[in-house]
């Protein structure tokens, strides 16, 4: 148990609908990132926050994304009007003071 | 800016034999190396981490891995592979700022009985 926890596990929406994702890491996790993976690919870096300031956005962050952590604790990722190309699991990780991120097992969005 | 290639995409192995999986890297700046597993509908694990001192990493699972900072590789090795050990390998990189992960495309590792 990373200590990571990401709801919903699966989601199905149609396309153009919008959707939004929950992470709950631990109160450690002073740091918190979002991951997107597609298919056969690695992940890749969306956006970070520590505490509650997002520090860095990747430019696959789209306008149509929007990622908030407005406590410092739970972080969520929101997407307006979903395209196909959402579709891909998304990774939310956590990490303290040392060097390591701990994932949740990520929620899987398939857009139809 | 840094990147991560993962040689090899997919690697069958027969149960109890060796297996290397191969990563290079590129970076600017000194890194952190990691290697994570990922299961079917899973999350990243950690499999282990170089951040600096010795070369030679030991992870869970009788995974290790050896950094070479003149080939620029972090190579992860296993002596005796098991079923169980069939899953996704990640080879990743980050600095010392942020700790964000530059992740390869992953490498298969099917072992079979």
């Known amino acids: 148990d990373t200590g990571v926890s990401q709801d919903p596990r699966h989601k199905i929406t149609k396309r153009g609908q919008n959707v939004t994702f929950r992470c709950d890491p631990i109160s450690e996790h002073n740091r918190l990132y979002w991951y997107r993976q597609t298919l056969g690919q690695g992940p890749e870096f969306l956006t970070y926050f520590q505490n509650e300031a997002q520090l860095e956005k990747s430019r696959l962050l789209s306008d149509r994304f929007s990622a908030e952590r407005p406590k410092g604790s739970f972080s969520t990722l929101e997407i307006q009007r979903t395209e196909q190309g959402d579709s891909a699991m998304y990774l939310c990780a956590g990490g303290g003071e040392g060097t390591e991120a701990f994932f949740g097992q990520g929620t899987r969005l398939t857009v139809v | ?113």
């Open chain 2, 1 to 113: 800016a840094q990147s991560v290639t993962q040689l090899d995409s997919q690697v069958p192995v027969f149960e109890e034999a060796p297996v290397e999986l191969r990563c290079n890297y590129s970076s600017s700046v000194s890194v952190y190396l990691f290697w994570y597993v990922q299961y079917p509908n899973q999350g990243l694990q950690l499999l282990l981490k170089y951040l600096s001192g010795s070369t030679l990493v030991k992870g869970i699972n009788g995974f290790e891995a050896e950094f070479n900072k003149s080939q620029t590789s972090f190579h992860l090795r296993k002596p005796s592979v098991h079923i169980s050990d069939t899953a996704e390998y990640f080879c990743a990189v980050s600095s010392s700022n942020d700790y964000k992960l530059s992740f390869g495309a992953g490498t298969t590792v099917t072992v079979r009985a």
